[in-house]
């Protein structure tokens, strides 16, 4: 049976009229510019590195927990699935999925909260901005230019994962309105205009949908797998509670794992069905006619309905103290914050036992430019080098067990 071809919608991004590379460079006979993103994504050095990055639990702790990378996949396959039944471009949608996180350090918010606390009077230490800094400096494989050379429409969606950063006058807003924006996105923005103002194309709102949906199924997957709850402590909540119900009715004395199972891919395919209804109805109402008007649209045109919005919240804060602030995760991520943090002051101390392709640039660099540096490598750092490098250094390491 053939597979339905539908028409692009008018304000989907069109890959032929991109906005263009930092670096120009001749176009690919074979790949569009954003399946050419993906590719080089998919290629980089930080993406094979999130196979060994924490989502909650460390690598050592079972083959079947998440890790960056599966998190990752699984971001992608749902942004691809928006932007398919939205009739957007859906390998833009992917790129914005694939390289969300590929800013995140070791140990995951312990490893970002120590890297922040060790460059407090530097600017600090942000995941999103270091995203941007990892895909246009980084990352060392061209010969021409630093970075991957990404088209402005994937490099906005990195950077606006969360929607806009600044109000049309440039102030910064949201989660930056105290601290200012970090400096790898100011300072790229001025040789590169993301215009940090606006709202990002469709298809990168579909990729930052997906991280919440996601989120919420393989997290209580997790949860479940770790024993840190039971799937009868799900059953008063929205969305979920109706779900285990249909269940129950139509699967009885449904085995457990199973039970699980069936739990996960409906919540993901009920809150696919829930944005998809409602994204069509915000296109409606503002029916706008380019990816522009999107862009300058009051609100984002991809998102939950009202009740489902409103299960999403209930979902975090059941998972919040029962998986991200279970007595047995905090433990282990404050060993491992330490670990980051001993790492931090050992560089700093003792730079020459940083790599020889680090060690060029401190010379030059102040001490601002350093404490980034030493923080550029960390980040950089897979959970288990981490662990292998403290050793090295000081001769044992916390099992974070």
């Not at 009739?87 to 790129?95: Q, S, T, V």
């Not at 400096?183 to 940090?196: K, M, N, T, V, W």
């Not at 943090?341 to 601002?368: K, M, N, S």
Request: proline share 5%; net charge negative.
């Amino acid at each position: 049976m053939a597979t339905a071809v539908f028409a692009r919608a008018p304000f989907a991004s069109d890959p032929t009229v991109t906005r263009g590379r930092r670096f120009a460079e001749p176009e690919s006979p074979s790949r569009s510019a954003f399946r050419r993103d993906c590719d080089r994504i998919i290629h980089s050095a930080a993406f094979r590195r999130l196979a060994h990055k924490t989502q909650v639990f460390v690598f050592h702790e079972g083959d079947h927990f998440r890790t960056r990378l599966t998190h990752t996949l699984e971001v992608t396959q749902i942004a691809r699935s928006l932007a398919r039944a939205l009739r957007l471009d859906e390998d833009l949608a992917e790129a914005s999925a694939l390289g969300h996180d590929l800013g995140h350090p070791p140990f995951g918010h312990a490893g970002e909260r120590a890297l922040d606390q060790c460059l407090e009077g530097f600017g600090g230490f942000d995941h999103n901005a270091q995203t941007l800094h990892v895909v246009t400096s980084l990352e060392r494989r061209y010969a021409d230019f630093d970075g991957l050379n990404l088209t402005w429409e994937t490099l906005e969606g990195l950077v606006k994962h969360n929607g806009p950063l600044t109000d049309r006058a440039g102030h910064p807003i949201g989660r930056y309105a105290a601290r200012g924006l970090p400096r790898a996105i100011a300072d790229y923005s001025r040789l590169h205009d993301l215009q940090l103002w606006s709202y990002p194309s469709v298809e990168a709102q579909c990729g930052a949908i997906a991280d919440d949906i996601a989120y919420d199924a393989h997290d209580i997957d997790d949860g479940l797998r770790a024993e840190m709850f039971r799937i009868g402590d799900l059953a008063g909540l929205p969305l979920i509670g109706d779900i285990l119900r249909g269940i129950e009715a139509e699967h009885p004395r449904l085995e457990p794992a199973r039970h699980a199972h069936e739990l996960v891919r409906r919540l993901i395919t009920r809150m696919i069905e829930d944005v998809i209804v409602e994204s069509r109805r915000r296109i409606d109402t503002l029916a706008p006619e380019t990816a522009d008007e999107v862009r300058g649209a009051s609100g984002a045109v991809v998102g939950f309905s009202p009740a489902t919005a409103k299960a999403d919240r209930a979902i975090k804060d059941f998972l919040f103290p029962r998986v991200y602030r279970h007595a047995r995760i905090m433990r282990i991520m404050g060993e491992a914050e330490e670990l980051v943090h001993r790492l931090f002051a050992h560089y700093v101390e003792t730079p020459a036992d940083l790599p020889a392709d680090w060690l060029g640039g401190l010379p030059a660099a102040d001490a601002a430019g350093r404490a980034v540096l030493i923080a550029d490598y960390i980040a950089g750092m897979t959970d288990r080098y981490v662990m292998v490098e403290h050793t090295r250094i000081f001769g044992s390491t916390p099992e974070l067990r």
